[in-house]
């Protein structure tokens, strides 16, 4: 039986593909119909001020501003820092971030970006002697091209590690020597925070800019934060405009995504969730479990013979989704409409899955 998309009660708890199919509880609803509002457009809009003073202050820059997506703030932090009148940026990132692999044709669309995707550490930070010799190797003389080093944290695709402030600290630190900006695309910074029990702030300290989800595993219906120096905000705000992501009565979306600012101690519940589904999984025959050297939400697996796209769209077959990757293995991420028994539930399909596979094909042992 096919996995039915309009029973939303059962489709949540037992839709891995992500962290976005969170949806906003009766709290968030309630922020939303007594948000007060005003006009964005004209900075007059209490809720979502007070949304980017209290974001600021969560991340430890002097301002925030609240943008539609992360994917715009990522494409904001790219524009900002390459300054009014530059040349083509340039973006050193790891090959396996989101925006090398999902966010690079907007990077080079709209910001006129060169990408240089670097090879990564298993923790999912940039490789630190690949980043040297990218940046040693920037052309001399001419008009200086701006450059921008990103990192991401969490990786998602190192299994959703949290990269601890010193270790991005090392990448900044290179970057800066050579005199680029450095981005952290925070889309999941707060799951790294919980994960580090540390304050979101210092893991955004090392970096120049910062983008941070409030629509991911905090819940929120939508939104993001840009956090940076007073001068590069008001940089991107006037960015922002351009590019079409100012809204109206924002307070409508500000109101619930300060509820979510409020939730950051709540991800610890999807961490041990994931636990359980990492170590359920390990139990399961055939099924490779991969291991971050800290772990948040995010879980990895493959089963050798069998592709990603076929592992997830036979395991939908069980009432179970999740989301296919380009390296062969599929992606599940925990959130607040998971438990333990979404957890078991989903390595008992596995298991079933990865039983009738081996029965379908005599002569191949999972």
């Given at each position: 039986?096919?996995?039915?998309?309009?029973?939303q009660?059962t489709?949540?708890?037992?839709d891995?593909r992500?962290?976005?199919?969170?949806m906003?509880?009766?709290?968030?609803?309630a922020?939303?119909?007594?948000a007060?509002v005003?006009d964005?457009v004209?900075?007059d809009?209490?809720?979502?001020?007070?949304?980017e003073?209290?974001?600021?202050l969560l991340?430890?820059t002097?301002a925030?501003?609240?943008?539609?997506?992360s994917?715009?703030?990522n494409?904001l932090?790219v524009?900002?820092?390459?300054?009014?009148?530059?040349?083509?940026?340039?973006?050193?990132t790891g090959?396996?971030?989101?925006?090398?692999?999902l966010?690079d044709?907007?990077?080079r669309q709209?910001?006129?970006?060169?990408?240089?995707?670097?090879?990564q550490q298993?923790?999912?930070l940039?490789?630190i002697?690949?980043?040297?010799?990218?940046?040693t190797?920037l052309?001399?003389?001419g008009?200086?091209q701006?450059?921008?080093?990103?990192?991401e944290?969490t990786?998602?695709?190192h299994?959703?590690s949290?990269?601890?402030?010193s270790?991005?600290?090392e990448?900044?630190d290179?970057?800066?020597?050579?005199?680029a900006h450095?981005h952290?695309d925070g889309?999941?910074l707060?799951n790294?925070?919980?994960?580090?029990d540390?304050p979101?702030?210092e893991l955004?300290r090392?970096?120049d800019?910062?983008?941070?989800?409030?629509?991911?595993?905090?819940g929120?219906p939508?939104?993001a934060?840009?956090?940076?120096?007073s001068?590069?905000?008001?940089r991107?705000?006037?960015?922002?405009e351009?590019?079409?992501g100012?809204?109206?009565?924002?307070g409508?979306?500000?109101?619930?995504?300060?509820?979510a600012?409020?939730?950051?101690?709540?991800?610890a519940?999807d961490h041990t969730?994931?636990?359980?589904?990492a170590d359920?999984l390990?139990?399961v025959?055939g099924?490779?479990?991969?291991?971050?050297?800290?772990?948040?939400?995010?879980v990895?697996v493959r089963c050798?013979?069998?592709?990603?796209?076929?592992?997830a769209e036979?395991?939908?077959?069980?009432?179970?989704?999740?989301?296919?990757?380009?390296d062969?293995?599929?992606?599940?991420?925990v959130?607040?409409?998971?438990?333990?028994d979404?957890?078991?539930s989903?390595?008992r399909a596995?298991?079933?899955?990865?039983?009738?596979?081996a029965v379908?094909?005599?002569?191949?042992?999972p």
């Open positions: 039986m096919a996995y039915d998309v309009g029973d009660d489709a949540a708890g037992l891995f992500s962290d976005t199919r969170t906003p509880d009766a709290e968030m609803r922020a939303m119909a007594e007060r005003g964005d004209y900075g809009d209490p809720t979502s001020s007070a949304l003073q209290e974001g600021a991340l430890g002097e925030a501003l609240f943008v539609p997506t994917t715009m703030a494409l932090a524009l900002a820092a390459s300054g009014p009148d530059s040349a083509r940026p340039r973006v050193i090959a396996h971030s989101h925006m090398a692999f966010e044709a907007g990077l709209f910001a006129g970006a060169d990408l240089l995707p670097l090879a298993p923790d999912g940039p490789d002697s690949r980043l040297t010799e990218a940046l190797a052309p001399s003389g008009p200086r701006p450059t921008v080093v990103c990192v944290n990786s998602m695709m299994g959703g949290a990269l601890e402030a270790a991005v600290g990448v900044a290179q970057a800066r020597r050579h005199g450095v952290l889309a999941r707060a790294a925070a919980v994960a580090l540390v979101p702030a955004a090392p970096a800019s910062v983008t941070f989800s409030v629509s991911k595993g905090l929120a939508a939104g934060l840009l956090g940076g120096s001068t590069f905000v008001a991107a705000r006037e960015l922002r351009r590019l079409g100012t809204l109206h009565q924002a409508v979306l500000a109101a619930p995504a300060l509820v600012l409020r939730r950051l101690p709540e991800l519940a969730t994931a636990a359980l589904l359920q390990a139990d025959p099924a490779e479990v991969s291991w971050p050297p800290h772990p948040t939400n995010i990895m050798s013979g069998l592709p990603a796209a076929q592992f036979r395991l939908a077959d069980r009432g179970v989704r999740v989301l296919p990757l380009p062969g293995r599929v992606r599940f991420v959130h607040r409409a998971h438990d333990a979404s957890a078991r989903a390595a596995v298991a079933a899955m990865i039983g009738s596979t379908a094909q005599p002569g191949r042992h």
